[in-house]
T-cell receptor, first 112, second 114 residues
Framework: GESVGLHLPTLSVQEGDNSIINCAYSNSASDYFIWYKQESGKGPQFIIDIRSNMDKRQGQRVTVLLNKTVKHLSLQIAATQPGDSAVYFCAEGGGGADGLTFGKGTHLIIQP | DAGVIQSPRHEVTEMGQEVTLRCKPISGHDYLFWYRQTMMRGLELLIYFNNNVPIDDSGMPEDRFSAKMPNASFSTLKIQPSEPRDSAVYFC????????????FGAGTRLSVL
């Protein structure tokens, strides 16, 4: 079946460095792709999304890249801060479906 | 707005007991989703409603699970009878139809079935 998955379960980076979290997807019919952040004991929180007709979108300190050729999605976080420590999920939606399909998540750890 | 409100935050029960999880979506949102999160399977969509009507319940694992949305401000997810494998964190999320990519999640209910 089609699914959204992540390459790495844990990513450790130094404070101040840039972080890159990757995601592979397989449903080419999805209309949009989203990144969510989940802190311990909380529900997922929307970070940024990108439509399938785009290849890059920037937010505040975050950038999402979409490569439809290899079905790859990435989240770049600039100047990583301690508050960025969390589990990051990619998700896909649209293509006729109202719900989201989430990947397993990547745990981002910030080293002081 | 206080966001999506779920209750209880934690629930511990014994196998065979009935469990009811509650959710109050954000006012004005017309979509409501129930998800289950486990370490093994991640976040899974169980069921969702549009304008209080169940649209897709294909993610509900068994007949032991049921969900209702009697009005626009309240939904329940019931498990009867509960089993240890139902132990998970259950999330409710809501959104507006024009922005279904941005779902607002509650803090979740951590269910432990002994």
């Amino acid at each position: 079946g089609e699914s959204v998955g992540l390459h790495l379960p844990t990513l450790s980076v130094q404070e101040g460095d840039n972080s890159i979290i990757n995601c592979a997807y397989s449903n080419s019919a999805s209309d949009y792709f989203i990144w969510y952040k989940q802190e311990s004991g909380k529900g997922p929180q929307f970070i940024i999304d990108i439509r399938s007709n785009m290849d890059k979108r920037q937010g505040q300190r975050v950038t999402v890249l979409l490569n439809k050729t290899v079905k790859h999605l990435s989240l770049q976080i600039a100047a990583t801060q301690p508050g960025d420590s969390a589990v990051y999920f990619c998700a896909e939606g649209g293509g006729g479906a109202d719900g989201l399909t989430f990947g397993k998540g990547t745990h981002l750890i910030i080293q002081p | 707005d206080a966001g999506v409100i779920q209750s209880p935050r934690h629930e511990v029960t014994e196998m065979g007991q009935e469990v009811t999880l509650r959710c109050k979506p954000i006012s004005g949102h017309d979509y409501l989703f129930w998800y289950r999160q486990t370490m093994m399977r991640g976040l899974e969509l169980l069921i969702y409603f549009n304008n209080n009507v169940p649209i897709d319940d294909s993610g509900m694992p068994e007949d032991r699970f049921s969900a209702k949305m009697p009005n626009a401000s309240f939904s329940t997810l019931k498990i009867q009878p509960s089993e240890p494998r139902d132990s998970a964190v259950y999330f409710c999320a809501s959104t507006q139809g024009l922005a279904k990519n941005i779902q607002y999640f509650g803090a979740g209910t951590r269910l432990s079935v002994l």
